[in-house]
């Protein structure tokens, strides 16, 4: 876009985000600070609706700014200012206060957030090492999981991790449960330790159980090809299948290694949830839990004393957020979130 364009889409979102109203071009030919016609204007917003950045909701009824006109205002044009005095001792107030409580912490900066934007407050609090009670994953798509962990204290923390190359929902159920049935109020990295513990058995056993066939010829161990995947090589295998003991001990093997590679996908998601995260930026249909109401999130994640990101704050409201204010209110939420947090350890 030239400096014309530019303004002339600045001045249309500016205008749009306080009643989310169409705007004409007569409305922004006298907002412009130089005199243009509204002739002008109108060719350059059908320039910018050729470019996919505005939208006529109604014949003869002024433009309105697509999610991709937002996206680009948001990203490239919006002069983020600083949060006001007022409205800066209103966020320190809130959050004022000598409880070591991080939730309680985390209740009043939603609270706050919401009473002070006007819209819903989202909190994502930090990944704690607490017991786990319950453990669940669920497929969002195909290379999306979220698994929910419900602790002892009866908190619940959802994590969203990456899919692992032909992960199945009955894999994913069949990790659920047998680690259900281990929890014993552990945590993830204490579950990591007993599966490892059961992935060690259970390879021990196998190798116990092959060496005399591949001591005596009948079969060989061939090279794992991805780092940790393994094959036994049977040879003459309808000829060792003859006898019943020989049959009973090759089916013992082949249980082995079922069992071998279901205890590594178990252990492959738990390392998955250990590193899952979830924060992102979102306008309308881009964040698929918000696309059908038309609605954004603004999230800034806070950190704690090593620059970590342990969390994150946000708004969910109307694509035509005020972002100017909002953006500001939102990361300095988060800064002073992630200062309080550090502080209580």
Known sequence: MNDRSREVFRRLVETYLEPGEPVGSRTLSRALSEGVSAATIRNVMQDLEYLGLLSSPHVSAGRIPTQLGLRMFVDGILEIGDVSGAERAEIERSLSGNDHDISAILDRAGDMLSDLT?????VLTPKSEAPIRHIEFVSLS?????????????QVENRLFDAPLGLTPSAMREAANFLNAILEGRTLSEMRTVVTGEIARRRAELDTLSQ???EGGT?????ETDGRHERLIVHGRANLIEGTEDAAHLERIRELFADLERK???????D???GGAGVRVFIGSENKLFSLSGSSLVVSPYMNADRKIIGAVGVIGPTRLNYGRIV???DFTAQLVGRLVSSRG
């Open 118 to 122: 006007h819209g819903a407050s989202l």
């Open 142 to 154: 195909p290379d999306r999981v979220l698994v929910v962990l419900v602790t002892a204290d009866g």
């Open 212 to 214: 005399s066939l591949v």
């Open 219 to 223: 079969a060989v161990w061939a090279e």
């Open 264 to 270: 590594r996908d178990v252990a492959q998601l738990l």
């Open 272 to 274: 998955l949830a250990e």
């Open 328 to 330: 500001p209110i939102v």
